[in-house]
């Protein structure tokens, strides 16, 4: 089992900029691919960025490319989200999810190719 616990959540205005962070616990040395996805009040669940844990392949949601950058801290078993230029349609629930595969890059996109789920960090953008 692997533990996902995100954090950096909170209120800010348009055009600011927030990290989220998700710490692991548990079997972390599985977590081959890791991620971010959002929700948002009475939306689908959206994929926001993934990438492997090796590094070696990232993908963005084109809603947030170039404004979202994932990155990871192999150190701390921490996987980052730098948001810039936020937006107030970025307001959601984002959640943090991992798998033990490596997926490849067109697989990120699907949540049920993730096997963990931590319990979210809502993020609010004002106009």
């Known amino acids: 089992q692997v533990q996902l616990v995100e954090s950096g959540g909170g209120l800010v205005q348009t055009g600011d900029s927030l990290t989220l962070s998700c710490a692991a616990s548990g079997r972390t040395g599985g977590w081959n691919t890791a991620g971010w996805f959002r929700q948002a009040p009475g939306k689908e669940r959206e994929f926001v960025a993934a990438?492997?844990?090796?590094?070696?392949?990232?993908n963005t949601a084109d809603s947030v490319k170039g404004r979202f950058t994932i990155s990871r801290d192999r150190a701390k078993n921490t996987v980052h989200l730098q948001m810039r230029s936020l937006k107030p349609d970025d307001t959601a629930v984002y959640y943090c999810?991992?798998?033990?595969?490596?997926?490849?890059?067109?697989?990120?996109?699907?949540?049920?190719?993730?096997?963990?789920w931590g319990q979210g960090t809502q993020v609010t953008v004002s106009s």
């Open positions: 999810t991992s798998t033990g595969r490596g997926l490849i890059w067109s697989s990120m996109g699907r949540p049920e190719e993730y096997e963990y």
């Open positions: 990438m492997r844990w090796s590094g070696t392949t990232t």
